[in-house]
C-alpha cells in the first residue's frame, strides 16, 4: 500500500528505548528494531541442505566416512555436524560429544552472548581457564546482538579479545576499522581457525605470519603445537576449524572489497527502508538479494557458478582424502613392521603438513567459494605431501624387510 | 492526434492498474513528462535515480533518453506499455528484487545507445546485420547507473 | 570539427575497394582500412616479458631447464620459445629447429594467409599430407586479414577445416554462431590442442568428448594415440599445445560471454571513431582498453589481480615438474634395474597422465589466467598421478632388488 510505503521512509528508525551494556536477550534489543529481530530469530530455521552446505546438523562422520580415518584419535572422529544457525550455538556446543568434565570454557567463546559480559568481569585469562561444565554449561542465550554491537550506537563492535589481540600483533588497530571491515571483522571475531594456548587455555588465533595456509603452519611448528596425535599412525597432527576468514581473505571478494554481510546479510527492503536482513544463512537460498545486487546474471546461473566452483574442490578435495588415507595405512604398515619413530619421524611430517592443509578446505564452510583459486592450491599441496608421506614410508618398509 | 489517443491509453494504463487516487498520490501523471525526477516518484526507482546522477551520462542523458524510443508512436507505447507493467507491479509488489530490465526494455535502450553514438560506432557496427549485432553494455554495462 | 567527423565516419565502408578472395597481401585490405592496417603491423614488436608471457622469442629451455627432461626425446627439447606477435609466425615455423626434411604441410596451418587459399585449392588431405618443404616452406605472408574476415562483407569467418569439423562432430554449427561467439570462434582455429591424425597427417582437434583435459586424455586414450616416446623413462607420451581455447571455455569470463577479442583486440578510439585494435598482444600491455571498460579497478589493481592469479599457477606447475621428475627418475631406476616393459607399464601410464596434464597448463600462455581454478585443479590431478607414477616404480625397485 503506497501510503504505508512513504510514511515508512519518514518514521524509521527514530524509536530508540535505551538497551543496557549488559544486554543479552535480544528481545529487549528487538523492542527497538523488530526487523533486526524477527530476520535473527529465523536462524532456528532448519532449511536444509545446499549441495555441500545449509542449515541441518547432519553427522558428517555418516556422511563422510573417511573422516573417521582422518580423525582417528580426534574428538572429530565422534561427533561432526554440519552446522546451522547462529540461534543453535548454544544448544549444539552442549550437545556435542566432543565436549566433557575436562572441557575448558574457552569452547563456549563463539557461542553465547553471555561470553561478551562474562569475559569482561572475569577477564579472559580467568574466562578462558575456567571450567565449561562451571561456566559456559549454564549460559541460555545462543548468539546475538551484543556480540556485534554496540547497544548505544547501534554500531559494530568487536566483543572478542582473541580477535583484537591478533590483529594487533599483526599491526592492525580495530578500533580503526572502517565500516566496511567491521562488516567482515564482527565475523572474524568467530568464523576463524584458533588453538588453545598454553595451560591457561587463553584463546588464540595464529596469525602472527600471515593468515595463508603456510604461514599458519610456519606459526605452529615455531610454537611447537600439536592438537593431537594421531591414533593409527602417531604423526603429531593440527586440527584446522572454520577458517572462512582466512579464506575469504585471499579470495577476489575481499580484494574487491566485499564483506561477510554483504553475501550473508544482505540489504533487504522493509517497506521502502533498506535494512540488513539478519537471518545469516547460505546465500543459495537468498541469492537474489545476496548476489544479484552485484551480478546480472540469473538466479540460476548464479547457482550453477559457486556449483562448479563447489564440485571442482569436492573432488580434489575427496581425492586429497584418498592419497592421505593411502599415507595413512603406509605408515600404519611401516610401524606395525617395526619402524622406529626416528624412521617414521619423515613420514609423520609429511602426513601432518598434507591433513592440516586437507582440514583448512575441509573445516572451511563454503566448499571453497571463498577463494577458489587458492583452495585448489592448499589441495595441490596437500596431495603433494601426502603422496611423499606414502613414499617416505613405504620406503621405510623397503628398510625394514630388508633390515 | 495518435499522440492524444496515446497518452489516454497511457491513463487508462495507468488507472486501472492503481485506481485513481493512488495515480494522484504517486503522482503516476509524472510518467509522461520526462524529468528523471517523474520516475523517481516510485521510491523502487530510487537505486537508478541516484546512481544515475552519479553516471557519465547525468548531464547528456536522461531516463527517458535511453528508456523510451526516440520516436514519438514508440516513445508512448513503450511508455504506455511500462506504465501499466510499473504500476501493476508497484501495487501489487509481485516482481523480481532486485529490479531486472527485460528484453523489450534492453532492445530499446542499446538502439538508444547507437542512436547518440552513431558516428563514433559506425565502424563496428557497418557490418553488423540483425543477427550479428554487437551488445553494447556487454561492456558498458554502467553507463547509465553505476553499479 | 562536427562536419569533419561526420565525413571521416561515413567516408570510411565507402571507400571500399573490392577484395579478391585470394587476396592474402594484408596491405591491400589496409587501403580500405587503415586503422586495422596499422595496428596489425604492430604485431612486429617485440615488446618484451611480461611477468610469465609477452612479445619476446626467447628460448624457453634456457630459461626452465626442467623442460628439457621433461621432454627428452621430443622436438620440444631442441628448440622452444616464448610465442610473439602474429607478425612472425611465418618466419617462427621456418627457423625453428623442431622442423626438418620431413615435416608435414599440416605444420604450415597456423601461420600464414595463404593457407586459406591453398587449402581449398588443393583438398585438405592434400594438402596436409604434402610436404613442409614443398608447399609451407615457400609462402611468404604470415597471420593475416583473409584468416579471420570474409573479404566482401568484413565479418569474421572460419578459413580452417579442423576447427569447422571438430565443432561438428560436437553437435556445433559454425556458420550459426552469433557475432559475439565469432569473436573467439576466429581464435580458435588455431590457440587450440591438436594432433596429427593418422597417416595423412590430417589436423584434427581431440574435443569429440568434450574439452575438459580429462575428456581430451579420454579421446587419445581411445584412439590409442601418442605423440612420442619418452626418451628416459619409455612412457607412451602426449604434448600438449596451446590449449588457450579450451581452458578459456572452462573459465568465467567465457561463461559471462567475454570473448578473446574482447581482451586481446580491444576497441580503441581513433579520432571521432572506435575500432578494433588489430595489435594482438598481451592484455598486461593495454590494461586500460583490455579490462576497464568492464572492471572499475585500478591499472595497477588489474595488472596485481593477474599476477597473483598467475604467481599460484606458476608455484604449482613447478611443483608438478618436480613431482614429475622424480617419477621419471624413479622409472628409470627402475628400468635400469632390469624391470621389464610389462612391470612398467603402470607406472610409464601414470606418468602420461601426469605430464599431459601439467602440459595443459604449461602449454597454455595464460599462466592459468583464462580459467584459474580449473587450472589448478588439473595440476592437482597431475601431482597425484605423478607422485603414484613414483610409488609404482620404487616398488618395482623392490621387487627387482628382492627378486
Ligand atoms: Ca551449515
Ligand atoms: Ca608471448
Known amino acids: 500500500n503506497i501510503f504505508e510505503k512513504k510514511q515508512e521512509a519518514t518514521l524509521y528508525p527514530s524509536v530508540f528505548k535505551p538497551v543496557g551494556d549488559e544486554e543479552v536477550d535480544p528481545k529487549v534489543w528487538g523492542e527497538n528494531f523488530p526487523f533486526e529481530y524477527d530476520t535473527y530469530k529465523k536462524t532456528e530455521t532448519n532449511e536444509g541442505q545446499t549441495f555441500y552446505g545449509g542449515s541441518d546438523n547432519y553427522q558428517k562422520l555418516d556422511k563422510y566416512p573417511n573422516l573417521k580415518i582422518l580423525f582417528s584419535g580426534n574428538p572429530f572422529s565422534k561427533d561432526y555436524r554440519e552446522e546451522r544457525g547462529h540461534y543453535w550455538a548454544i544448544t549444539d556446543v552442549k550437545e556435542t560429544e566432543r565436549i566433557n568434565d575436562k572441557t575448558p570454557n ?298 | 492526434m495518435i499522440r492524444s489517443y496515446l497518452i489516454l491509453s497511457v491513463c487508462i494504463g495507468v488507472i486501472v492498474g492503481l485506481g485513481s487516487a493512488t495515480f494522484y498520490y504517486a503522482k503516476g501523471y509524472s510518467y509522461m513528462l520526462d524529468d528523471p525526477a517523474a520516475c523517481n516518484n516510485c521510491h523502487v526507482m530510487n537505486d537508478q535515480y541516484y546512481s544515475w546522477q552519479k553516471s557519465s551520462h547525468r548531464s547528456v542523458a536522461t531516463c527517458n533518453d535511453c528508456h523510451t524510443p526516440n520516436t514519438t508512436i514508440g516513445k508512448y507505447t513503450v511508455k504506455a506499455i511500462n506504465g501499466w507493467n510499473h504500476s501493476y507491479a508497484f501495487t501489487s509488489d509481485d516482481y523480481h528484487k532486485p529490479i531486472r530490465i527485460n528484453k523489450m526494455n534492453m532492445e530499446v535502450a542499446e538502439e538508444n545507445c547507437r542512436r547518440c553514438h552513431d558516428m563514433l560506432t559506425h565502424n563496428i557496427t557497418f557490418h553488423e546485420t540483425d543477427d550479428t549485432k554487437i551488445q553494447c553494455t556487454s561492456c558498458h554495462l554502467s553507463v547509465g547507473h553505476t553499479k
Request: net charge positive.
Open chain 1, 106 to 403: 574457552t569452547c563456549i567463546t563463539c557461542k553465547s552472548s553471555s561470553v561478551a559480559v562474562d569475559i569482561k568481569k572475569m577477564g579472559p585469562e580467568n574466562f578462558y581457564k575456567a571450567m565449561f561444565k562451571d561456566v559456559g554449561a549454564h549460559y541460555d542465550k545462543s548468539i546475538g546482538c551484543l556480540d556485534c554491537h554496540d547497544p548505544k550506537t547501534m554500531a559494530l563492535r568487536i566483543s572478542r579479545p582473541a580477535f583484537i589481540e591478533a590483529m594487533e600483533r599483526r599491526g592492525i588497530d580495530v578500533t580503526k576499522a572502517s565500516r566496511q571491515e567491521m562488516r567482515s571483522y564482527v565475523c572474524g571475531q568467530c568464523h576463524v581457525e584458533y588453538y588453545f594456548k598454553g595451560d591457561g587455555k587463553y584463546l588464540t588465533f595464529p596469525w602472527d605470519k600471515g593468515l595463508q595456509i603456510d604461514s599458519i603452519e610456519a606459526y605452529y611448528d615455531e610454537v611447537n603445537f600439536n592438537d593431537w596425535t594421531h591414533e593409527t599412525t602417531g604423526s603429531p597432527m593440527l586440527k584446522m576449524q572454520h577458517p572462512e576468514f582466512e579464506t575469504w581473505s585471499t579470495g577476489i571478494h575481499a580484494k574487491s572489497g566485499v564483506s561477510c554481510a554483504d553475501c550473508h546479510m544482505p540489504y533487504v527492503k522493509n517497506g521502502s527502508v533498506k535494512v540488513t536482513d539478519h537471518w545469516i544463512r547460505s546465500p543459495l537460498k537468498n541469492v537474489n538479494n545476496a548476489c544479484q545486487t552485484c551480478h546480472k546474471w540469473s538466479e540460476q546461473e548464479m547457482v550453477n557458478r559457486v556449483k562448479t566452483i563447489q564440485d571442482r574442490t569436492y573432488e580434489t578435495m575427496y581425492r586429497t582424502e584418498l592419497a592421505i588415507i593411502d599415507a595413512i595405512n603406509a605408515i600404519k604398515a611401516a610401524k606395525d613392521a617395526g619402524a622406529t619413530d626416528e624412521q617414521l619421524k619423515e613420514a609423520r611430517k609429511l602426513h601432518r603438513r598434507a591433513q592440516l592443509r586437507w582440514d583448512f578446505v575441509a573445516a572451511e564452510n563454503s566448499m571453497g567459494f571463498h577463494s577458489p583459486q587458492e583452495t585448489l592450491k592448499t589441495l595441490s599441496n596437500a596431495i603433494d605431501y601426502a603422496r611423499q608421506s606414502q613414499l617416505a614410508a613405504e620406503r621405510l618398509m623397503k628398510n625394514v624387510a630388508v633390515k
